[in-house]
């Protein structure tokens, strides 16, 4: 169980959640694991000279769900569609190979610090005649006991702080080798649970966000007179409105609208092997941390006549959405060099074994500057009949990470349309000159 004080309940509302996935080591590993109050946020936070990590509200949203991407250093992009391709391109669906799946995963958080924080996601799809696909997935995100006390250590309550979103969403199949979706999505963060801080009333976050995807899969190349399937992805995913806790914080904080493009290619070795390989481009489609001036002496940050903060490099922040959304790809501080800094890097390569057998590894490459997130993942999963079974395991190379030593699974139960049987009992193939591509959902 934890305790935190009612003097911290702002900053667990308005800044926990991010930290959770950037800055792991610092205040709130604090809070969560000892009580230790978390200060105010100071001027000099401001500036956050010496670092670009870019931080927004509901991370949770960013967490890889599934153990099979988990695997593969968590992406999936432009890997084969499955039953949790709407977190990742809904554009994949309309051509995944099976008429219908769903998964459930489940992913512990913090574990070698807190026991109960907790990741759980369920997604779904089912085709719709031949070009259509819908898809469905809801997350829920726990962050454990937690027991408010006053200032002077009085118990208020304990509570649950949560997060979930649901998301509904629909592909097309535009050609033989092409697809595109979009999807819908609901967000919940109650991380206050109605706490009055300050004399301010708290009050759960919501937001409305909606993905876009397109997905290309060609299973007719050759390599080395081998099949190949070749596949790209490109997405972008919550695209929404920002978020706030409470009507004194007017501006609100953005949610992680975030790009990703990637490919993959699998290769057929023969009638039992094959090995997939992939690279992930991922980034923030939030606008970057300015450099502010400070003073000579007292190192504050300085204010214009205008009662903002004076930007020495760098746009001011606070932007509508969309206008957001399309500056963070030049108003890094830094200029280009600062874009590039803010792409993460996921490369990966999965074998299958008769379809029946798996195993993955994959690294993950964030820069210093920009979070420095860095490892290594593991991955193995089992087919029988409709039945999957994923797990994953991460392993960190440079700073501590919420999912080290842990290990995520995923079930998953894939169904194939009916289809008409031959005197002979096989089952009669679908009409059409393309080759299926090379999947093993």
Same mark, same amino acid.
């Given at each position: 169980?934890?305790?935190?004080?009612?003097?911290?309940?702002?900053?667990?509302?308005?800044?926990?959640?991010?930290?959770?996935?950037?800055?792991?080591?610092?205040?709130?590993?604090?809070?969560?694991?000892?009580?230790?109050?978390?200060?105010?946020?100071?001027?000099?936070?401001?500036?956050?000279?010496?670092?670009?990590?870019?931080?927004?509200?509901?991370?949770?949203?960013?967490?890889?769900?599934?153990?099979?991407?988990?695997?593969?250093?968590?992406?999936?992009?432009?890997?084969?569609?499955?039953?949790?391709?709407?977190?990742?391109?809904?554009?994949?669906?309309?051509?995944?190979?099976?008429?219908?799946?769903?998964?459930?995963?489940?992913?512990?958080?913090?574990?070698?610090?807190?026991?109960?924080?907790?990741?759980?996601?369920?997604?779904?799809?089912?085709?719709?005649?031949?070009?259509?696909?819908?898809?469905?997935?809801?997350?829920?995100?726990?962050?454990?006991?937690?027991?408010?006390?006053?200032?002077?250590?009085?118990?208020?309550?304990?509570?649950?702080?949560?997060?979930?979103?649901?998301?509904? *969403?629909? =592909?097309?199949? &535009?050609?033989?080798?092409?697809?595109?979706? /979009?999807?819908?999505?609901?967000?919940? +963060?109650? %991380?206050?649970?109605?706490?009055n801080v300050q004399g301010a009333a708290t009050n759960p976050g919501l937001a409305g966000a909606g993905d876009l995807g397109f997905f290309y899969q060609n299973p007719d190349k050759k390599l080395f007179k081998r099949p190949v399937t070749?596949?790209?992805?490109?997405?972008?995913?919550?695209?929404?409105?920002?978020?706030?806790?409470?009507?004194?914080?007017?501006?609100?904080?953005?949610?992680?609208?975030?790009?990703?493009? *990637?490919? =993959?290619?699998? &290769?057929?070795?023969?009638?039992?092997?094959? /090995?997939?390989?992939?690279?992930?481009? +991922?980034? %923030?489609?939030?606008?970057?941390?300015?450099?502010?001036?400070?003073?000579?002496?007292?190192?504050?940050?300085?204010?214009?006549?205008?009662?903002?903060?004076?930007?020495?490099?760098?746009?001011?922040?606070?932007?509508?959405?969309?206008?957001?959304?399309?500056?963070?790809?030049?108003?890094?501080?830094?200029?280009?060099?600062?874009?590039m800094s803010e792409f993460t890097i996921s490369s990966g390569a999965e074998y299958w074994y008769n379809n029946l057998f798996r195993a993955a590894f994959g690294f993950f490459y964030e820069p210093r500057v920009s979070g420095n997130r860095?490892?290594?993942?593991?991955?193995?999963?089992?087919?029988?009949?409709?039945?999957?079974?994923?797990?994953?395991?991460?392993?960190?190379?440079?700073?501590?990470?919420?999912?080290?030593?842990?290990?995520?699974?995923?079930?998953?139960?894939?169904?194939?349309?009916?289809?008409?049987?031959?005197s002979d009992g096989e089952s009669t193939p679908k009409k059409g000159k393309n080759k299926a591509p090379i999947n093993a959902n």
């Open positions: 169980m934890n305790t935190i004080k009612s003097s911290e309940i702002t900053i667990f509302a308005f800044r926990m959640n991010t930290m959770f996935l950037n800055r792991i080591q610092t205040g709130l590993l604090l809070a969560l694991t000892s009580g230790l109050a978390l200060a105010q946020p100071s001027e000099q936070d401001l500036s956050n000279l010496g670092s670009r990590t870019i931080t927004t509200a509901v991370p949770f949203l960013m967490i890889s769900p599934d153990a099979k991407a988990g695997g593969y250093a968590d992406q999936g992009v432009s890997t084969e569609p499955d039953a949790n391709s709407m977190h990742w391109n809904v554009g994949k669906l309309a051509l995944a190979d099976k008429d219908m799946s769903i998964a459930v995963s489940y992913t512990p958080w913090l574990r070698q610090l807190v026991p109960d924080i907790n990741l759980a996601y369920l997604g779904f799809y089912k085709k719709i005649g031949g070009r259509t696909c819908i898809g469905a997935s809801i997350r829920y995100f726990s962050l454990g006991d937690i027991t408010f006390t006053d200032n002077n250590g009085n118990t208020i309550g304990q509570y649950n702080p949560n997060e979930f979103a649901i998301d509904a *969403g629909a =592909s097309l199949k &535009l050609s033989d080798h092409w697809s595109g979706g /979009i999807a819908f999505r609901f967000i919940y +963060s109650n %991380l206050t649970l109605g706490q070749w596949r790209f992805g490109f997405s972008i995913t919550n695209i929404g409105n920002k978020i706030k806790y409470s009507e004194t914080q007017p501006d609100g904080d953005y949610i992680p609208i975030n790009l990703r493009f *990637g490919t =993959s290619n699998t &290769l057929q070795i023969d009638k039992f092997n094959k /090995i997939t390989i992939s690279l992930e481009l +991922s980034k %923030l489609m939030v606008p970057s941390n300015p450099v502010y001036e400070r003073d000579s002496v007292t190192n504050n940050v300085v204010y214009g006549p205008d009662g903002k903060p004076v930007i020495l490099a760098g746009m001011d922040p606070n932007r509508n959405v969309i206008a957001g959304m399309f500056s963070s790809l030049w108003d890094s501080p830094a200029g280009f060099e600062g874009e860095q490892y290594f993942t593991l991955g193995a999963g089992v087919r029988y009949k409709i039945f999957g079974l994923d797990f994953s395991y991460l392993i960190p190379t440079v700073q501590r990470n919420p999912l080290e030593h842990t290990v995520r699974f995923t079930l998953s139960f894939n169904f194939n349309s009916l289809k008409k049987k031959t």
